[in-house]
Nanobody
Framework: QVQLVESGGGLVQAGGSLRLSCSAS????????VGWFRQAPGKEREFVAAVTWSGGRRFYADSVKGRFTISRDNAKNTVYLQMNNLKPEDAAVFYC????????????????WGQGTQVTVSS
């Protein structure tokens, strides 16, 4: 069993930065790929970024490529999402998710989810 807790959200001006953290409990977390997703009001949940269990491979949505960086520290059971040059359209609730399977952009293939953290970007 894996439990995930996101933190680091908040209010930031456009062009600013935030770093989200996804802290996990459970011995197996370090062997799971992890993804970040976001959901804005009235919109479907969308893929943001994912990382393999080792951190060796990363994948990003086109909308965040070059601005967001996903990383992980398995010794701390934590995955990070560094978000730079934030735009108003990035505002959403951000969720991290883990899967015992392979890294994927498909939300339904992730088995474990956190409660989410709110990111608000003012223009």
């Amino acid at each position: 069993q894996v439990q995930l807790v996101e933190s680091g959200g908040g209010l930031v001006q456009a062009g600013g930065s935030l770093r989200l953290s996804c802290s996990a409990s459970g011995r197996t977390f370090s062997s799971y790929p992890v993804g970040w997703f976001r959901q804005a009001p009235g919109k479907e949940r969308e893929f943001v970024a994912a990382v393999t269990w080792s951190g060796g491979r990363r994948f990003y949505a086109d909308s965040v490529k070059g601005r967001f960086t996903i990383s992980r520290d398995n010794a701390k059971n934590t995955v990070y999402l560094q978000m730079n040059n934030l735009k108003p359209e990035d505002a959403a609730v951000f969720y991290c998710a883990a899967t015992p399977g392979v890294m994927t952009v498909v939300a339904t293939r992730y088995e474990y989810w956190g409660q989410g953290t709110q990111v608000t970007v003012s223009s």
